[in-house]
Nanobody, 126 residues
Framework: QVQVVESGGGSVQPGGSLRLSCGASGLNLNLYDIGWFHQAPGKGREGVSCVSHKDGSTYYTDSVKGRFTISRDNAKSTVYLQMNGLKPEDTGVYYC???????????????????WGQGTQVTVSA
């Protein structure tokens, strides 16, 4: 059974940092493009950042450029999202997804994922 699992969420003050982790069982994440998606309270899910498994190319939505960094550790089959300079509008549930076949830009923009995690909550407030 395939299971994608996110971890690392929590509560921080504005300007703080968190690192989210995405792992999986029953699935080799090294063979998939991986994306992080954000769902703010009362809003739809949006692509934050996606990374290719082929060449490591990345995509970031404009609102997180310069603040968030996506990375892969293939030895651990884990994908991270380092979030710095967090803002209240970053609050919400962050989901990790694995995708096969789409470009990283398409994956993030179209919210394309073959396997999804259950999400991890991030709360940014003073």
């Amino acid at each position: 059974q395939v299971q994608v699992v996110e971890s690392g969420g929590g509560s921080v003050q504005p300007g703080g940092s968190l690192r989210l982790s995405c792992g999986a069982s029953g699935l080799n994440l090294n063979l998939y493009d991986i994306g992080w998606f954000h769902q703010a309270p009362g809003k739809g899910r949006e692509g934050v950042s996606c990374v290719s498994h082929k060449d490591g190319s990345t995509y970031y939505t404009d609102s997180v450029k310069g603040r968030f960094t996506i990375s892969r550790d293939n030895a651990k089959s884990t994908v991270y999202l380092q979030m710095n300079g967090l803002k209240p509008e970053d609050t919400g549930v962050y989901y990790c997804a694995a995708s096969w076949g789409a470009t990283v830009q398409a994956m993030c923009i179209m919210k394309a994922g073959d396997y999804w995690g259950q999400g991890t909550q991030v709360t940014v407030s003073a």
